[in-house]
């Protein structure tokens, strides 16, 4: 099975990508293991983390299997290969760099990039995004995605991304987003393994009802 194949098969599981920004290579493991017990199968540690390549390697062997991670805060092309290299599956960005696209396609990894407006988004597409992802979405809106619906291609996969809450998911699911991510709502620096738990199991149930 490809990377993307494996993608397809865990954003059908559980469309919520968990953003562990602040992670440590020290913590990767218990946060991982709350997370994938949780249901989550899609993790990214951002590049601006501690040691973020060594968290990916980490966690990319302990969930073999279980859950894709990768990196988020992806700006440069030179970074998509080197998350390549640390066993990353999930390139994910803030913007919308079609260098950054390419270089994601080109070694086969799955291209979540972030955009705005209708404009960032047909380029993304056209540049071979897998999905894209709305960022950030505390300053969009669901009526903002039902706008750009009128124009995506069908079968376009949004991701909203920035503040989400489990109550603010129907809201957004109402409006076509197709999966979400979370970042300081369910992870911050230091933050325990156990509450992580607790409030990843909160927004996989909040997603499973909103379906």
């Known amino acids: 099975m490809t990377i993307l194949e494996r993608f397809e098969a865990a954003f059908a599981t559980c469309p919520l990508v968990a953003i562990l920004r602040g992670l440590t290579p020290e913590e990767a493991p218990a946060v991982g293991d ?11 540690v951002p590049l ?9 390697a ?21 970074q998509v290969a080197a998350v390549g290299d640390a066993g990353g599956s999930l390139i994910v960005s803030p913007n919308t760099d ?9 070694r086969g990894l799955v291209s979540l990039p972030g955009y705005q407006t209708p404009t960032e988004a047909f ?16 300053v969009a809106s669901p009526a903002a995605l039902r706008a750009h619906r009128a124009v995506l291609p069908s079968g376009t996969r949004v991701l909203a991304v920035g503040g989400v809450t489990p109550e603010g998911i129907a809201a957004w699911r109402a409006a076509s987003a197709d999966g979400f991510g979370l970042g300081s709502n369910l992870y911050r620096p230091g933050k325990p393994a156990a509450d992580v738990a607790r409030d990843a199991a909160a927004f996989v149930e909040a997603v499973r009802r909103s379906t």
Not at 34 to 44: C, M, N, S
Not at 58 to 78: I, K, S
Not at 98 to 106: K, P
Not at 123 to 138: E, M, S, V, Y
């Open 58 to 78: 980490r966690l990319a062997d302990r969930l073999a299997g279980r859950a894709l991670v990768g990196a988020g805060t992806v700006l440069e092309p030179a």
């Open 48 to 56: 601006n983390s501690p040691d973020p390549l060594r968290s990916i």
């Open 98 to 106: 079609a260098a950054v696209i390419g270089a994601t396609c080109s």
């Open 123 to 138: 380029t993304a597409l056209a540049a071979g995004a897998t999905a894209l992802k709305l960022f950030p979405a505390d």
């Open 34 to 44: 709350a997370l994938v017990d949780a249901g989550f199968t899609l993790i990214e």
